[in-house]
């Protein structure tokens, strides 16, 4: 049997126009940003040139797809086959280094591009050495504990691995240096403070680059601000700009092409536009970074390694007997990163969703763990939750009209409001002549709320309505299959009334998988636990009275 083609390719298309000479029954779609043509076929002289990215090319042997290095029309090669990101957790120390070394060399059919956070905790470190810098005098940022602590683990794990010291002497050498500039200045702003924490990545990546190179495994160590990643000004929680995609494409599938050789690339870095300094994509942004190359190369899968058995049932720390998610949609990912679990970036969902890229989550502390996979779809017929999430330290307003305007009159006034002011709003409650709306003073990827901002808003709001604010309170998101919300709030308040807690808002959303409840603070973590319990633990059918200690509450987990 003649061997035919198969081509298959996702083609980030914005600055690039495919030159295709496809059979009739292939339609470019022009309005999709990413393409994915696998199964056209292709006679076997087929003219295929494309400027883009990443190619696969099949050839049909005896019914078996086989995939070639490279094509023989117009110059299509393939460089890397997936991403990997590991977080602070994963690369803590030398021994975990190993470990991830170990991890990635256990795939020798991929050509991976590795993305790291910076080690363990270094981050916070260098958040309170650069606080302690600004008020401490010059003569004594030597003396601060979390320079000494980063000094050492970092020269530590230099030399447990065997590397030179001298890949990162420089920079700790900077990095002194510019706590010496923070102590002279008496100040810290954004954006030095976004050049301070850079320092975590750009060690680690070196380190981890070195180990394998002189593990015999050849690796190139790459600063994601000089590679292509491009942001909004946003010092501390910038934007990825859309000229980010073919810039990285073309620089890492190019020096593939060039001179193979595996990427390691700092997370959670990019270079302002504007400024040209280096900014940071908010806490967690390594995901981000890890997607965004996934989209940017059309690569077929995206992986997160965290040190947990992936995207779980609850927070961890909540509650230890949180299970596993075998598969989310990117849907309910991003609704659950946004709703605050600590597990996935917000924002990270957006290039894999784009890109239509799945994300697998999976444990680098057990790597058998099948983990989470995130697509765009999932069979939702049998689903009812899938993970609660809390979002503590919430503020709450309920604005109820004077009747000095219409209701269009008011909800519109209500919100341009927090739209002058530049303040986000959560969950939202509407009727007529009132509505009640969550703000978050503690938002990583926002900016901070002060006390002096929020007498703002109601000081204006109050012009128009009658404002009560109420602090200190939390949102908990049932994220799941929102068709089946009455079955969820039916056995939801069942729970809450056993506990005997109130719930002060209700908001099902747009967002079709997420139904938030806001309730105290002092009582939210007891109703996770309950709730979870209620849903994960017994049959579902049933809602088991009798599981709390008898005062109302769930038996708190060793
Ligand atoms: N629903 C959840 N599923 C999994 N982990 C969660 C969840 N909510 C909170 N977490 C916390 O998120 C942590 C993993 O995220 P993170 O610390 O950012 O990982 P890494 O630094 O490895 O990227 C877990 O150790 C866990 O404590
Ligand atoms: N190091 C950064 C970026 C990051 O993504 O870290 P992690 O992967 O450990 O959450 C942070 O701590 O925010």
């Known amino acids: 049997m003649a061997a035919t083609n198969l081509l298959q390719f996702r083609c980030y298309y914005n600055n690039v126009k495919p030159n295709l000479l496809l059979p009739p029954l292939a339609t470019w779609q022009q309005q999709q940003r990413t393409t994915n043509l696998f199964g056209y076929e292709f006679p076997k002289k087929a003219a295929v040139k494309v400027t883009c990215n ?36 994963s690369v803590a120390s030398a021994e975990r280094m190993m470990e991830v070394a170990g991890l990635v060399m256990s795939f020798p059919e991929e050509r991976p591009i590795v993305v790291l956070s910076a080690m363990g905790k270094t981050t916070n470190k260098l958040l309170l050495a650069g606080e302690k810098a600004v008020s401490c005098g010059v003569t004594n940022v030597c003396g601060i504990e979390e320079l000494s602590f980063i000094k050492d683990l970092h020269l530590r794990t230099v030399d447990q691995l065997g590397v030179d010291r001298s890949i990162i002497e420089k920079h700790l050498e900077a990095l002194e240096q510019l706590l010496n500039g923070i102590a002279m200045m008496k100040e810290l702003t954004k954006r030095t403070q976004d050049y301070l924490v850079s320092f975590g990545e750009c060690m680690s990546t070196r380190i981890f680059a070195a180990y394998l190179n002189k593990l015999g495994v050849k690796a190139r160590q790459y600063d994601a601000f000089e590679i292509g990643f491009i942001t909004t000004d946003d010092f501390t929680n910038a934007d990825i700009l859309e000229a980010t995609y073919p810039a990285v494409a073309k620089r890492l599938h190019g020096d593939w092409l060039a001179d193979p050789a595996i990427a390691i690339v700092t997370g959670f870095l990019g270079k302002a536009r504007k400024s040209c300094a280096v900014t940071t994509l908010g806490r967690g942004g390594s995901d981000l970074t890890a997607t965004t190359i996934g989209k940017a190369l059309g690569l077929p899968e995206i992986q997160v390694w965290k040190d947990v058995d992936g995207v779980l049932t609850c927070d961890p720390n909540i509650y230890p007997k949180a299970e596993p998610v075998p598969f989310l949609t990117f849907d309910e990912a991003a609704e659950l990163a946004y709703f605050g679990a600590q597990v996935l970036h917000p924002q990270s969902m957006r290039p894999a969703r784009e890109g239509d890229i799945p994300v697998r989550v999976k444990n680098s502390y057990n790597p058998n763990a099948p983990g989470t996979l995130i697509t765009k779809e999932r069979d939702m017929s049998k689903a009812v939750l899938t993970s609660i999430v809390l979002k503590r330290n919430v503020t709450m307003l309920d604005i109820v009209s004077t009747r000095m305007l219409g209701q269009y009159g008011f909800l519109a006034k209500v919100f341009s409001i927090f739209e002058d002011l530049g303040i986000s709003v959560d969950v939202v409650a509407t009727s007529e002549v009132s509505v009640s709306l969550t703000l978050d003073p503690s938002k990583l990827w926002s900016r901070e709320l002060i006390q002096q901002e929020l007498d703002h808003v109601v000081e204006e709001l109050e012009k128009i309505a009658v404002v009560n604010l109420l602090q200190n309170r939390s949102i908990i998101s049932l994220i799941g299959n929102v068709q089946q919300s009455s079955l969820i709030l039916e056995k939801a308040f069942r729970v809450l009334r056993t506990l005997g807690v109130t719930v002060q808002m209700i908001s099902q959303g747009a967002s079709k998988v997420n139904i938030s409840l806001v309730v105290n603070d002092s009582e939210a973590e007891e109703c996770v636990r309950a709730l979870h319990h209620a849903f994960f633990e017994t049959e579902f059918s049933e809602l088991q009275i009798g599981y709390t200690n008898g005062n109302g509450s769930v038996p708190k987990s060793s």
Request: proline share 0%; with cysteine.
């Open 54 to 89: 990443v190619l696969e090319k099949h050839v049909i042997e005896n019914g078996r797809s086989v995939v070639e290095e490279e094509g023989d029309e117009g110059g299509i090669k393939r460089s890397y086959t997936c991403v990997m990101k590991f977080g602070g957790s």
